[in-house]
């Protein structure tokens, strides 16, 4: 069975620190996804990487790509408490299916 | 355009009885996949649909079917309600189904059987 083990699975912080959550698999996926969802709502995309290496930047998030396409990053800097949510990491494998991550619950406290 | 549309928003059902979920994607996308979501499981993966035909299915009862119909709209119906069907079931639609560059997804519907 793939798996897509995500890093950390909670996380609470300050207003205006940084952190990285990680997605991790021993296998390849020819793309992956970042979603945001907030409570009661569905995910929302917020950026697909598709190159080995590839880093891709959303305001204060910054999203990368591993070189081996076996795993990814995201990187928040300055949080605020608007990026509060779940975050939800999904990657396209070979048989063009979707294999999600079970998720990071991140709450910024202002 | 219009987002992802699903209905009802909150629906509340007795052990053994039925529902049935719809969905409206985004107009032109013909992909349309079903999630449940729980906080002990996260997203699991239900089925998706794609001009009308079933192109994959997750690992779920024959309790859980959907369809798709001619102008793309989707319903799932899940028969025989058990507690545990208790969840947030999601609905994402997309131009090419999965392996494509993202989904959208509905607000979803909130189900909790009692």
């Known amino acids: 069975t793939q798996l897509l083990e995500q890093s950390p699975q909670f996380l609470s912080i300050q207003e205006g620190e940084n952190l990285t959550v990680y997605c991790n698999s021993s296998?390849?996926?020819?793309?992956l996804q970042w979603y945001r969802q907030e409570p009661g709502e569905g995910p929302v995309l917020l950026v697909t990487v598709v190159t080995g290496g590839e880093v891709k930047k959303l305001k204060r998030l910054t999203f990368q790509f591993g070189d081996a396409r076996k795993d990814s990053s995201l990187h928040i800097t300055a949080a605020q408490p608007g990026d509060t949510g779940l975050y939800l990491c999904?990657?396209?494998?070979?048989?063009?299916?979707?294999?999600w991550g079970a998720g990071t619950k991140l709450i910024i406290k202002p | 355009k219009a987002g992802v549309t699903q209905t009802p928003r909150y629906l509340i059902k007795t052990r053994g009885q039925q529902v049935t979920l719809s969905c409206s994607p985004i107009s032109g996308h013909r992909s349309v996949s079903w999630y449940q979501q729980t906080p002990g499981q996260g997203l699991q993966f239900l089925f998706e649909?794609?001009?009308?035909?079933?192109?994959n299915k997750g690992n779920f009862p024959g309790r859980f079917s959907g369809r798709q119909f001619s102008n793309s709209r989707s319903e799932m119906n899940v028969s025989t309600l058990e507690l545990g069907d208790s969840a947030l079931y999601l609905c994402?639609?997309?131009?090419?189904?999965?392996?494509?560059?993202?989904?959208?997804f509905g607000s979803g519907t909130r189900l909790t059987v009692v």
């Open positions: 296998s390849v996926f020819s793309s």
């Open positions: 649909y794609f001009s009308e035909t079933q192109r």
């Open positions: 994402a639609s997309s131009s090419l189904g999965q392996g494509n560059y993202g989904y959208t």
């Open positions: 999904a990657g396209v494998n070979s048989n063009y299916q979707l294999i």
